[in-house]
């Protein structure tokens, strides 16, 4: 009988040892995922060339940070560029009137010309977007 209960007892601790690394593991991993998302949410912008109010410029910077914080990032990257390129361009459309346009990506090289007061040009990390507004001409 004593052989049985030190059976036990030695499985039992077994058992305790096993569910105590189990959580320990769980919550290295989730301190990890913590830790990456901290380095997502800390952005590092910069504004490389401006001609456009400031509420503006922080709209177009919330509007990408955001949409930096909610891709997944398996996808490819031009596609992520492309898209969010499309929601600033929508974005700015519907609140400041059409003729806005977008350009996103790491490497690209520009010669635009924009309306008064619309124009901006700036860096995440190393993203880089390029968004300004022309003038329609009546017809």
């Given at each position: 009988m004593e052989g049985a209960e030190e059976e036990l007892e030695r499985r039992s601790k077994f058992l305790k040892d096993l569910i105590m690394t189990q959580k320990l593991k769980k919550k290295k991993k989730a301190d990890n995922a913590d830790d990456e998302v901290e380095k997502m949410k800390?952005?590092?912008?910069?504004v490389r060339a401006a001609d456009m109010p400031f509420s503006l410029q922080d709209?177009?910077?919330n509007i990408t940070t955001t949409f930096l914080r909610s891709i997944?990032?398996?996808a490819p990257r031009n596609a992520h560029n492309k898209t969010l390129a499309l929601q600033l361009k929508k974005e700015f459309d519907s609140a400041y009137g059409p003729a806005w346009h977008c350009v996103v990506g790491t490497s690209f090289g520009s010669f635009v010309t924009y309306s008064?007061?619309?124009f901006l040009y700036f860096s995440i990390d190393n993203l880089y977007v390029l968004l300004f507004k022309t003038a329609i001409q009546p017809t």
């Open positions: 800390n952005f590092v912008v910069r709209h177009a910077f997944s990032l398996p008064l007061g619309g």
